[in-house]
Nanobody, 124 residues
Framework: QVQLVESGGGLVQAGDSLRLSCAAS????????MAWFRQAPEKEREFVAA????????YYADSAKGRFTISRDNAKNTVYLQMNSLKPEDTAVYYC?????????????????WGQGTQVTVSS
């Protein structure tokens, strides 16, 4: 069983930066692929970024490329999402997810564990 707890969300202005963190319980963190998803009001949850267990391979949604960076610290059981140049359309609840297997970064069904989410609001 893995528990995920996100933090770092908040209210910022367009152009600002935020770093989200997701702390995971358990001793097998490095064996999990980790990802960030987000859900805006009245929209479906969408993929943002993912990182394989080693931390070497990363994946990004087109909307995140060049502005967001996903990273992980396996010694701290934590995955991060550095978000720069934030836009109002980035406003959403951001969820951390963990997968013990791999079938592509955007396949939400493979992620067995999800956090409770953290709100990010970007004002114009």
């Amino acid at each position: 069983q893995v528990q995920l707890v996100e933090s770092g969300g908040g209210l910022v202005q367009a152009g600002d930066s935020l770093r989200l963190s997701c702390a995971a319980s358990g001793r097998t963190f490095s064996s999990f692929a980790m990802a960030w998803f987000r859900q805006a009001p009245e929209k479906e949850r969408e993929f943002v970024a993912a990182i394989r267990g080693s931390g070497i391979t990363t994946y990004y949604a087109d909307s995140a490329k060049g502005r967001f960076t996903i990273s992980r610290d396996n010694a701290k059981n934590t995955v991060y999402l550095q978000m720069n140049s934030l836009k109002p359309e980035d406003t959403a609840v951001y969820y951390c997810a963990a997968s013990p297997r791999w079938s592509g970064p955007q396949n939400q069904n493979q992620y067995s564990y999800w956090g409770q989410g953290t709100q990010v609001t970007v004002s114009s």
